[in-house]
């Protein structure tokens, strides 16, 4: 395995001067290969405070590991930015600060991308960029996407009677990333929350009527062919990018990590929210989100928090969307024309609001495991869906037990 050297990058300053007399020194741990997207507002934010910024690039799931041996030994970041789903056992561990914001510093986020980054009612991270599942279709076999999933069901049915070889929508209902969207329409969950909104780990709703009902209604797909069999288990989703770019396959449900390698296909396609389900609800899906969150070691936490405030203000996070293309957070960018008038911008926009944070603490582990295989073993036919999705979650609770008693 190739291992990625932190690339460092010098940010100038807005003059010679005042990197000379700068009062203070900040030191940022950035996404590789995305600190142009940040340059111009680190420049402005060290005018304005006087103050040395020096940036550091490494892949962002490393940075919060890292910052377990370097913050104790006094050479880590004061600001970095890590994954929402890393969130609970970094608070839990003491690794970074809880922040200061106030109701107005946080208006402009939607609402999912900060409860990404709360916990026990406690903001602790300034959303950074948010990416989730939408339908990727070619307009060449498909000129108009479907408004609902029944419908695409309708068409998957004579699209492969016509060809067996053919396919409408196809997707990877046979595991929870993929299928969350479905089943939380129909009112399943992963984790309840209390009454601090905090998740409560007793209460896993992966197997209540809503559930049943949902993977029931996707069994369908495979039940009649119109998914193939091949997209079952591990290798499903480089079959699904087969058949999309082979166009055998009209639509597929996927992530933003797909967009630019159908791009090189030269496939003339489309992008657009995930579609309603048969009950009129529009599907969910779990949103990813990194965030920007400061040390517990900085050695000015109040200095780096204006840093993240700062430098995700909208007129920054434009910039950044267009350096980068990433989708930021901000209600204020997504309803700008340059997400807008982005067809694919626009959609992961767009869901991105309806989606709902992968849950962030330690427990989560134990669910994809037990869920996926009952996921498996119900659209497959080789189980009743009830009896597997009620198997699964009397296993993640076993499983949640032993891992709880091992603290």
Known sequence: MKVLRPLFVAVALASASASAFAATELNVWEDIQKSRGITEAVAAFEQQYDCKVNIQEMPYIQQIEKLRLDGPAGIGPDVLLIAGDQLGAAVVQGLIAPLKATPEQVADYTESSL????TDGQLYGYPKVVETLVMFYNKDLLPQPFD?????????????NADKGNFGLIAKFDQIYYAFGAVAAYGGYIFGRDANGNFNVEDIGL???GAVECVSYLKKFYEEGLF????????????????FNEKKAAAVVNGPWA????????INFGVTPLPKMPNGKEMSSLLGVKGYVVSSWAQDQDLAEKFIQFINQP?????RFEATAEIP???TVMNDPVIKDNEFANAVAVQSTRAQPMPSIPEMSEVWGPI??????????????????TGATDQIHNQIEAFRSGF
């Open 329 to 331: 957070a901000s209600k």
């Open 148 to 160: 609902n999933i029944e419908d695409y069901y309708k068409f998957s049915q004579e699209r492969h």
């Open 259 to 266: 967009y630019e390698p159908y791009q090189r296909v030269g």
């Open 372 to 389: 996926d295989s009952a996921l498996q073993l119900s659209v497959s036919g080789k189980q009743d869906p009830k009896e597997a999705l």
């Open 115 to 118: 409860t990404a980054f709360t």
């Open 228 to 243: 193939p069999a091949g997209i079952l288990g591990e290798n499903g989703l480089n079959a699904i990018d087969s058949l």
């Open 315 to 319: 007129e920054w996070a434009k910039k």
């Open 207 to 209: 197997s209540n009527d």
